[in-house]
C-alpha cells in the first residue's frame, strides 16, 4: 500500500543570490567590451608611440599654397635727410642769436662772428684793388694817347710818301722834256724810296706800339680780375661771419658755447630739416648680400604702415650690422621726432606659387631639415628641406604638401622620437 506525501503541494523557490550573480557578470563583460572597443585604439597608439605630450604644449599650422615674401624686421631712428652744420668762415668770437631747438627759417640770422682780423684783410684789399684799377684806367689813356701818335706818324710818312710819288712825276715829265738835269732826277727817285721805307716802318712800328699797349693794358686788367677774385673770397668770409639757416627747420645744437673763441672751419651750430626725414636701420650682415638699393620697405608708426625705399648701404660691417638708410616715398608721417625708433620692414624678395608654412621654433631645433607630421593623435617625424624665410614664413621645398598639419614649436622635447602621442 504506497503512502500520500506532500510532495504535489510543493513549489520551486530560485535563488536571487544567483540571479544577482548573472547580471554582474553581465555588467563586467559589457565593460569589458566597450573597454575594448573605446580604449583599445588609444591604448594601442600609446604603445605604438615613443613619447607622448599634452597638446597644451604645442603648436600646431597647416601647410599651406601661395605667394611668398622674404623680408627682414629691423629697429631704425628716425633721422633728418638734410641736416647741415654750419662752420666759421674766419677766426673770431661768435655770438648765437637763436637757441637749440628753437624753429627758424630759410636765411634766418642764427650767429655772427665777429673778425677784426679778417675785415680789416677785406679792407685793405679792397683798397689795393682801387689802386689796380686807376692803374688800369691811367695805362687806357695812356694806351689811347699812345696809339693816336702812332696813327699821327703813320699819316705823316703817308703824306711825306705821297708828296714824293708827286715830286717822281714831276721830275720824269721834266726828264723826258730835259729840263732838269740826270742829278736832280735820280734825287726825285730816291725821296720817293726813301718815303716808302719812311712810310713801311711806321706802319709796322705802330702796329708793334697797339700790341705792346694791348698787352700791357691786358696785365693790368687781368691783375685786377685776380685782386677782384681775392676781393670776393674775402667778401664771401666776411659776409659767412653771419651764419644764416640753409633750410627752414630747427636749430640742432649750439656746438660752441656763447662769446667763445672759434677758428676758421670750426663748426659752429648745427640745423635740422624736419620736411625731410630717413630712417638709419642696422640691418644683420647675414642679409647683407641680399641687400640692393632701391628695394621696397614698410614703416610702422602709430599702427599705421608707410611706404618706404632703401636708398643706401654702408659698404662696411660693423657690430655684424650693416648701416642703412630707408626714405619714405610720398605719404610722410606727421610728428615725427629726430631719434624715434621705428619698426621696419625690409622685403628682400618676392615669390609666386609656392609651398610655405607658418615659421616656428621648430625651424631652428630641427636646423630646417625635420618636422613633425600629425596623422590624428600621432605625430610622425619626417625629413623636410626648406628654402627662403621670412619673419612669418618659411618656404617648403620638399617632404611636406598643401593642407598637411605639422608642428611649429619647440621639438626638442620629443628627443628625435619617430612618432609621438598627443594627448588632446
Not at 718815303?195 to 713801311?200: Q, T
Not at 617632404?399 to 622635447?413: A, H, K, Q, T, Y
Request: no cysteine.
Amino acid at each position: 500500500m504506497k503512502i500520500a506525501d506532500t510532495s504535489a503541494q510543493d513549489v520551486i523557490i530560485e535563488s536571487k543570490q544567483s540571479k544577482k550573480i548573472w547580471w554582474i557578470a553581465t555588467s563586467i563583460i559589457a565593460v569589458i567590451v566597450l573597454l575594448f572597443l573605446f580604449v583599445g585604439p588609444a591604448f594601442s597608439r600609446w604603445l605604438d608611440a615613443d613619447k607622448a605630450v599634452a597638446l597644451e604644449r604645442i603648436r600646431t599650422a597647416t601647410v599651406t599654397y601661395g605667394d611668398f615674401t622674404r623680408d627682414v624686421s629691423v629697429q631704425g631712428k628716425v633721422v633728418a635727410a638734410i641736416s647741415p652744420t654750419l662752420y666759421s668762415s674766419g677766426n673770431g668770437t661768435v655770438t648765437f642769436k637763436v637757441q637749440a631747438g628753437e624753429s627758424v627759417q630759410k636765411d634766418q640770422l642764427l650767429a655772427v662772428i665777429d673778425s677784426p682780423e679778417l675785415t680789416s684783410q677785406l679792407n685793405q684789399e679792397l683798397a689795393s684793388l682801387s689802386s689796380m684799377e686807376i692803374d688800369q684806367e691811367r695805362q687806357e689813356i695812356q694806351s689811347k694817347k699812345q696809339a693816336l701818335e702812332n696813327k699821327k706818324t703813320v699819316d705823316l710818312a703817308l703824306v711825306a710818301l705821297n708828296a714824293a710819288e708827286r715830286e717822281k712825276r714831276r721830275a720824269e715829265k721834266a726828264w723826258k722834256r730835259k729840263a732838269i738835269s740826270s742829278l736832280d732826277f735820280e734825287k726825285a727817285q730816291d725821296e720817293l724810296l726813301n718815303a716808302k721805307l719812311a712810310h713801311e716802318h711806321s706802319v709796322q712800328d705802330a702796329r708793334l706800339n697797339d700790341e705792346s699797349l694791348a698787352f700791357e693794358l691786358k696785365t693790368k686788367r687781368l691783375t685786377v680780375d685776380r685782386q677782384k677774385l681775392l676781393v670776393s673770397e674775402l667778401q664771401r668770409q666776411v659776409d659767412g661771419l653771419a651764419l644764416k639757416s640753409p633750410v627752414n627747420g630747427i636749430v640742432g645744437q649750439l656746438i660752441v658755447e656763447e662769446k667763445t673763441a672759434v677758428n676758421k672751419n670750426q663748426a659752429v651750430v648745427s640745423v635740422v630739416d624736419l620736411s625731410q626725414f630717413e630712417i638709419e636701420v642696422q640691418i644683420p650682415e647675414t642679409y647683407a648680400d641680399d641687400l640692393l638699393i632701391g628695394m621696397d620697405a614698410e614703416v610702422q608708426n602709430s599702427q599705421k604702415i608707410y611706404s618706404a625705399k632703401l636708398v643706401s648701404i654702408s659698404p662696411e660691417i660693423q657690430d655684424n650690422q650693416v648701416l642703412g638708410r630707408v626714405r619714405f616715398n610720398n605719404d610722410i608721417p606727421t610728428g615725427l621726432r629726430q631719434n624715434q625708433r621705428l619698426t621696419t620692414r625690409i622685403l628682400l624678395e618676392m615669390k609666386q606659387d609656392i609651398v610655405m608654412v607658418k615659421r616656428g621654433p621648430f625651424l631652428e631645433a630641427g636646423g630646417g631639415r625635420v618636422a613633425y607630421r600629425l596623422n590624428g593623435d600621432i605625430a610622425e617625424r619626417i625629413a623636410i628641406e626648406t628654402g627662403a624665410r621670412s619673419l612669418a614664413q618659411v618656404e617648403v621645398s620638399a617632404g611636406l604638401s598643401p593642407g598637411d598639419e605639422i608642428i611649429i614649436s619647440n621639438i626638442e622635447v620629443f628627443e628625435g622620437a619617430d612618432k609621438v602621442l598627443i594627448n588632446r
